[in-house]
């Protein structure tokens, strides 16, 4: 931890996606050291005084070991992850990010795309509000404020969730990802693809506003969400605009954009995403 923040200090911005994205890790760093940390209790002070010996002993080569090999979240948070190259090949795990504006229909589609093919969906929103819901989060407050107003969450938060998403399930074997609502800004769509993986392309979901407005302020009666109301609704529509479409012209110029025409009923829509994934991926 100490190597951690020394290593910081060198760069200031590397300083704060470290100390944020380890605090998101941290619980489950420590759940595994204290699956690992438990001692038997001698019977005599003879043994004591032996167990004690060993166990000083033990924990000075633990030590040692322990600077040499730090437990794999420390390591990938340390390293410099620019020079380091993404965590997975795109030849192993298949990215798709979904982007349009703010009750464009995103969720709907990827619940059918999860339903009839092998998808992981990872909503960046459904992350930030469970961490925002974390009992202790140190992000609460922070993720609480930026959605109410239609702002984007600084990467750095968003980012290490998507990561350890798709950490845990690439470990239980998911390969195929739907990242939904993210990157909604130009510095994550960059972090993303340099330290995770790169994206095999975007489904973009064109709605107009009024359409947009109508279905958000009806899911409003029921979602329970703090931004499905005018007010935030209004703030969301200008942060898609300003800063969220400059992410799709960006990859719109490398031609990996597939634009799917939202304004028809849920199976129409439906039947324009299944060819778009169809021939891109399956
Ligand atoms: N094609 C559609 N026609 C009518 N209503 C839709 C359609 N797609 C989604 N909806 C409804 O609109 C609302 C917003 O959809 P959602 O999938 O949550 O959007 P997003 O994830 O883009 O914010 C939901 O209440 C959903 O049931
Ligand atoms: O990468 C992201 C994705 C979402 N959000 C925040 O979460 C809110 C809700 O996003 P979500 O995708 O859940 O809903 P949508 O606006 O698409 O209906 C956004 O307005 C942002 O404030 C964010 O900051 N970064």
Redesign the pocket.
């Known amino acids: 931890m100490l190597r951690t923040i020394f290593r910081a200090r060198v760069s200031p911005q590397t300083a704060l996606r470290t100390v944020k994205s380890t605090q998101l890790l941290l619980p489950r760093a420590a759940r595994f050291y204290s699956s690992n940390g438990s001692s038997q209790q001698p019977k005599s002070r003879g043994k004591l005084l032996v167990l004690m010996g060993a166990l000083a002993l033990g924990s000075t080569l633990f030590s040692i070991n322990y600077q040499k090999n730090p437990p794999v979240a420390f390591v990938e948070e340390e390293s410099d992850d620019q020079t380091q190259g993404p965590a997975f090949s795109d030849k192993d795990v298949s990215v798709i990010f979904v982007l349009?504006?703010?009750?464009?229909g995103?969720?709907t589609q990827c619940a059918n795309l999860v339903r009839d093919f092998q998808f992981v969906h990872l909503?960046?929103?459904?992350?930030?509000?469970a961490e925002q819901n974390r009992p202790n989060s140190k992000y609460g407050e922070l993720?609480k404020h930026?959605?109410?107003?239609?702002?984007?969450?600084?990467?750095e938060?968003?980012v290490a969730l998507?990561k350890q998403a798709i950490q845990e399930n690439y470990e239980k074997g998911q390969k195929r990802f739907l990242v939904?609502?993210?990157?909604?800004?130009m510095d994550?769509a960059v972090t993303f693809e340099q330290e995770i993986v790169p994206s095999k392309f975007t489904l973009f979901f064109d709605c107009p506003e009024n359409v947009m407005l109508k279905r958000?302020l009806e899911?409003g009666k029921t979602s329970g969400?703090s931004?499905?109301n005018v007010e935030?609704i209004k703030?969301?529509f200008k942060?898609?605009l300003d800063t969220s479409m400059p992410v799709v012209k960006h990859f719109q110029e490398q031609g990996k954009v597939v634009t799917v025409s939202c304004d028809h009923d849920v199976n129409e829509v439906y039947d324009q995403v299944k060819v778009a994934v169809k021939d891109k991926i399956l």
């Open positions: 349009g504006g703010p009750g464009a995103k969720g909503s960046a929103g459904d992350l930030l509000r993720i930026y959605i109410k107003e239609g702002l984007i969450v600084p990467q938060v968003t998507l939904d609502g993210f990157p909604r800004k994550q958000l899911r969400r931004d499905d935030s703030k969301r942060t898609f």
